[in-house]
């Protein structure tokens, strides 16, 4: 895991405030049956994911994971471009959809994250990137719902996750999210 940084910490607490990041992330996952989750296979959250915010909720979940999660889904994430991580993590989404007959995406990312570290992304970078995968999916198959979230551990020990209002004025002015 990469090292705490302030200014990032900060910034989430700002978009918290500005009410871009809110605590409510899995009230909308109750309602369906199996929910196909994209995210990071980082152990240091992930058991918190399923256990707290799909768990409680009865959702089976259908686990998409890799490095980086989320922000896999968007073409301007600054991986190799040469993997096509994108397509192939799109594809994966839309056939487990079709093969589970699923309703709903959680698509998330985390902070902080290792393989984001490795890109130099900031958090908005990793919010930027998971909201234009979002925005992939939809334009794929606009009934899908694709909740959008963020999960946060803290310098302290504690973990949050937060659902990232895509609608959010905060979030408009991001170029990539214009280009979709």
């Known amino acids: 895991m990469p090292e705490f940084n302030r200014q990032q910490y900060a910034r989430?607490?700002?978009?918290?405030?500005?009410?871009?990041?809110?605590?409510?992330?899995?009230?909308?996952?109750?309602?369906?049956?199996?929910?196909?989750?994209?995210s990071c296979g980082d152990c240091d959250y992930i058991k918190d994911i399923y256990d707290h915010k799909c768990g409680l909720h009865g959702c089976k979940v259908h686990s998409l994971t890799m490095n980086g999660g989320g922000i896999l889904l968007s073409d301007a994430t600054p991986v190799d471009r040469s993997l096509h991580l994108d397509q192939v993590m799109i594809g994966a989404v839309m056939e487990s959809v079709s093969l589970k007959r699923a309703k709903v995406?959680?698509?998330?990312?985390?902070?902080?994250?290792?393989?984001?570290?490795?890109?130099?992304?900031?958090?908005?970078?990793?919010?930027?990137?998971?909201?234009?995968?979002?925005?992939?999916?939809?334009?794929?198959d606009a009934d899908l719902g694709v909740y959008s979230f963020l999960h946060v551990h803290h310098e302290d020990g504690r973990e949050r996750t937060y659902a990232i209002n895509h609608k959010h004025p905060v979030f408009m002015s991001y170029k990539l999210l214009q280009e979709v």
Do not use: Y
């Open 12 to 38: 989430i607490q700002e978009l918290r405030n500005q009410g871009a990041l809110f605590e409510d992330f899995s009230a909308g996952l109750d309602a369906h049956g199996v929910v196909v989750m994209v």
């Open 105 to 140: 995406v959680a698509l998330g990312s985390h902070w902080p994250c290792g393989k984001a570290g490795l890109l130099d992304m900031s958090i908005d970078d990793i919010i930027a990137c998971t909201l234009h995968g979002r925005n992939r999916l939809k334009k794929l």
